[in-house]
């Protein structure tokens, strides 16, 4: 195998990833991580990535993490239907925009992702087989997450941050998408594969946010018909629902994380 | 004026930019911005830059934000001397690093850098004046930042994890000197530029950190030999202590921190 993806489901961080594959026509196996039964920190995901995070690229052996680094990495390593601006000019206003989604964007929409769901399916796992679930992730900052949902989830003074930090998003998005066609401009980028993931979210999860937003809008469905959108999206869902049904109950399902 | 850099003193971001800029041997005036004297939140500085931050490069009239972008960016818009290594794999290896340099080594000297000095001389401002030159202050997230002086400084549980944050740097950076030269791989590169001040920085405010780390010691003693870096550092260092002198005392220091 030449191109291996390690990734969750096509949303966030792994859309990301598995959006730039496609746009750029690139074959690849696809290994799925299932993170509601912690498989990102068991250890031989760990030896692989020692941060215990998905995506993950593999290349001919050469292991590549973090998704921004991975869309630059494929699109230097394969330059055919390049998606970075030719001048160093623009290529700075999508490195700006691309570090604006993975400081701000993204984290805030995590949040909200960990409060509605993630939380769901982990508060139905028993204390005890939850702290020794804790012990294996290796990140810190990743423990203190997953803990908050031992102890107290975010506070609601956090949660509102987090969507005040998607509102800003977005209407940052709407002045840069009033002037030009795409984020990083004329040409499309990574700068929107980036986005993507985060924008649908953002509206998935508030359908209200972007609704005085005609050039955001705008962009969002240009993107939602964009070939490549439709084939990563394609990608297995297997959250949550999907779960629940595979185990045909909750309770299967807390047993299946238990054992897992 | 072809280049020009607005930037702080010699530490942080802003040295990032300075040491770039001198490791490519480019001519550029300098344009010092009184951080003490919230120059950075001054209309017209935020005219040039809407977030108030710097460092901010102007190239023949376009303006670049965020140290690691400009970075970049003088590398690509200025080939010779390349600071980024020649494969995608040893490009995707620095952006990994730089990644971790500006999400968690540099959030945490930064903390500790606020704690230690920025504190003691804004809380030196009334409360009624420090309040006015909070608003002008464009990102919510700075505004926070500079509001937690009025109120509670951070925790001493933040201060631990900020300090736990820069102990992780200097043993990841020790694994991986261990194995390589500078912190991409064989060869010296903006992973070594962007990381210097954030290293530097730790060992001066923690002269203990690091003391077991003989490949860490290594690097640290060939990047303090290195021309650029003496001629980024000779830049003049107008903090604190500076200040002080100009002011004559810290009564006057707070008058002209109130006039600016």
């Known amino acids: 195998v030449v191109l291996a993806l390690y990734h969750a489901e096509p949303v966030a961080n ?27 920190h068991d250890p031989a995901f760990v030896a692989i990535n020692p941060n215990g995070q998905v995506p993950v690229l593999v290349h001919d052996g050469a ?7 991975i869309n ?5 390593a394969f330059p055919e239907t390049p998606l970075k601006p030719a001048d160093p000019l623009g290529r700075a206003r999508m490195r700006i925009w691309n570090k604006h989604v993975d400081e701000q964007f993204c984290p805030a929409l995590s949040m909200w992702g960990w409060h ?16 020794k679930l804790l012990e ?15 102890g107290d989830s975010f506070s609601a003074e956090q949660l509102a941050e987090s969507r005040r930090k998607l509102e800003v998003s ?12 795409w984020l990083a401009g ?3 980028s990574l700068a929107d594969v980036n986005t993507y993931p985060m924008a649908a979210g953002a509206v998935r999860m508030f359908p209200e946010m972007g609704e005085n937003a005609p050039a955001f809008q705008d962009w969002l469905a240009r993107m939602n018909e964009r070939p490549a959108v439709k084939a990563a999206l394609a990608t297995p869902n297997r959250a949550l629902g999907a779960h629940v049904e595979a185990y045909g109950s909750r309770a299967d399902l807390v047993e299946g994380l238990r054992r897992a």
Chains 1, 2 share one sequence.
Do not use: N
Not at 17 to 29: I, P, R
Not at 119 to 129: L, S
């Open 170 to 181: 977005i209407s940052k998005m709407e002045a840069i998408l009033a002037d030009a066609a």
């Open 14 to 40: 792994s859309m990301k990833a598995l959006l730039c594959l496609h746009e750029k026509g690139l074959a690849f196996e696809s290994r799925y991580v299932d993170l509601l039964k912690f498989e990102q």
């Open 136 to 150: 294996r992730i290796p990140l810190k900052e990743q423990r203190d997450k997953w803990a908050t949902i031992a």
């Open 186 to 188: 004329p040409s499309y």
């Open 116 to 131: 509605r769901m993630v939380r769901q399916v982990a508060t139905g796992i028993e204390r005890d087989t939850f702290l």
């Open 72 to 76: 630059e990495y494929l699109d230097e």
């Open 63 to 69: 292991v590549v993490t973090e998704s921004t680094v």
